[in-house]
């Protein structure tokens, strides 16, 4: 048996035993509401085994639940991280199209200089001759 198993089955056994009193409280206020009704407290008929046998239902129940939600939680986060993602996307777009035009203006002062500079070699050239 694994350490695991062993706190499950010490966990199960403690919960059993609260269940169990607040099982056996009930019965016995049920017995003082209804005298004619056999509510008879015995502890015999409420054991371990069928308790785990009867009420596993609602212990998977609860457990679901739980688990419903923190994947529900795990969603919100995950829809959240979303979001920001998107909006950082957005951000680095934006930066993308600036940069794409930096380099157009670059490009085209790139060309006028390679202009500017033709029109000095020739113009030099007539100098010298």
């Known amino acids: 048996m694994s350490s695991d198993d062993f706190i499950r089955k010490k966990e199960n056994s403690m919960f059993f035993k609260e269940y169990k009193q607040q099982y056996l409280k009930e019965r016995q206020a049920k017995l003082k509401e209804n005298s004619d009704i056999d509510c008879s407290n015995r502890e015999e008929d409420f054991t371990e ?5 009867i009420d596993q ?5 609860v457990e679901l639940s739980e688990i419903s939600r923190k994947l ?7 829809h959240l991280q979303e979001v920001m993602l998107n909006e950082k996307e957005a951000k680095l777009n934006k930066i993308e199209n600036k ?9 085209e002062i790139v060309e006028s200089v390679k202009k500017k500079s033709q029109e000095l070699e020739q113009y030099y050239c007539i100098i010298d001759y």
């Open 49 to 53: 085994d069928s308790f785990f046998g």
């Open 57 to 61: 239902t609602k212990l998977l129940h």
């Open 72 to 78: 529900h939680h795990e969603s919100k986060k995950l």
């Open 99 to 107: 940069l794409a035009d930096y380099a157009l203006s670059l490009e």
